[in-house]
């Protein structure tokens, strides 16, 4: 798949925010970091075999605009899905975000819509909801909307971002956004002028770099590891790697390498979940070793998992959908 293609999932800008080198350890709950490494630690050795696991297709939302990632909030058992609308780097006022019920209806299709009721919303793409505020990135800005009215509630620009594309957020309410540090030229190719960097906006809306770096390897996804007390990041950039990170580390851990052009992460039990345009799958990490669980998804973009019924949510962004798959 060419990268032309491939770029469809990210976003650009640009200016100057301080490097926390020593962000609050205490966001995951583990005071251990790790700042003597400059550059990433090699994988570990190969463990035991994976246990097999797969996927089983159960539905396919159609009629979205470049849907580039999907959410489960487990409090209103609902499926937010963020639209681009057109151009992932265009500050266009015409994304959208939709509500769809478990059960493939759409509820609401423009739920929050850029350009009506106040909203300014561009090419909204990661998402993550900490009780009724649901937060998005979008382009170089990260704003939190009510999950269940789609009012604005607030809006956080990080002046120095290039291109920001998915959220986590830490059990102390500490937001993190990748930003995979990429632009396009004037015919729609994808280059990467850097920096590599993962933001932090603290509770005090605060804004800091908290990891920035090559090691990064133009970081896409990023979620929280609750058991491991960690985040997990993926590369979409040559590196093909799943990271592991804790902040107050300057660089990440390499714990498995795959297809590469990864996208959504998920942690779903003990499997780290991973979207790949490479090679059009997801897979399992769970060891390590990558076990393919979805095959045939063109891109697939920023995966949502649904825990209350083991499903993966795959955001098919070229195609306009959503698929539901259960995992078994």
């Known amino acids: 798949m060419r990268l032309t293609v491939l770029c469809m999932t990210l976003v650009a800008a640009a200016a100057c925010v301080p490097v926390d080198r020593k962000p609050p350890v205490s966001d995951l709950g583990d005071s251990t970091t790790d700042t003597a490494a400059d550059t990433a630690a090699p994988a570990p050795a190969t463990p035991a075999a994976p246990v097999a696991v797969g996927g089983t297709k159960v539905l396919t939302v159609a009629g979205f605009s470049t849907p580039e990632s999907v959410l489960h909030d487990s409090t209103q058992d609902i499926y937010f899905v963020s639209n681009i609308n057109g151009s992932p780097t265009a500050k266009d006022n015409n994304g959208f975000i939709?509500?769809?019920?478990?059960?493939?209806?759409?509820e609401n299709l423009k739920f929050i819509e850029g350009g009506r009721a106040g909203v300014t919303l561009?090419?909204?793409?990661?998402?993550?909801?900490?009780?009724?505020?649901?937060w998005v990135a979008d382009i170089d800005m990260v704003r939190a909307f009510n999950a269940r009215t789609g009012s604005l509630l607030d809006?956080?620009?990080?002046?120095?971002?290039?291109?920001?594309?998915?959220?986590?957020i830490a059990p102390t309410g500490a937001i993190y956004i990748t930003d995979t540090g990429i632009r396009f030229d004037d015919v729609g190719n994808v280059l990467h002028p850097g920096p590599d960097r993962v933001y932090r906006i603290g509770p005090d809306r605060k804004v800091?770099?908290?990891?920035?770096?090559?090691?990064?390897?133009?970081?896409?996804?990023?979620?929280?590891d609750p058991v491991g007390r960690r985040f997990i990041i993926v590369t979409f950039g040559t590196s093909k790697s799943v990271l592991a990170w804790k902040p107050g580390e300057r660089a990440p851990r390499v714990i498995a390498k795959g297809a590469g052009g990864f996208d959504g992460v998920e942690v779903a039990g003990g499997r780290i979940l991973v979207s790949s345009w490479a090679d059009s799958t997801v897979s399992a990490y769970e060891t390590g070793q990558e076990v393919k669980v979805i095959?045939?998804?063109?891109?697939?973009?920023?995966?949502?998992?649904?825990?209350k019924r083991n499903r993966v949510l795959v955001p098919i962004l070229a195609g306009n959908r959503v698929e539901i798959w259960q995992l078994h």
Do not use: C, E, M, Q
Not at 98 to 106: E, F, I, N, Q, T
Not at 155 to 168: E, G, I, R, T
Not at 208 to 224: E, F, M, Q, R, Y
């Open 98 to 106: 939709s509500r769809v019920r478990p059960d493939g209806a759409v």
């Open 122 to 134: 561009n090419a909204p793409k990661g998402l993550a909801v900490l009780g009724d505020t649901l």
């Open 155 to 168: 809006s956080v620009k990080l002046d120095s971002a290039v291109f920001l594309n998915d959220v986590a």
């Open 208 to 224: 800091t770099v908290a990891a920035k770096g090559d090691s990064l390897g133009w970081p896409n996804g990023i979620t929280v």
């Open 295 to 307: 095959t045939g998804v063109p891109s697939p973009a920023d995966i949502g998992y649904d825990a």
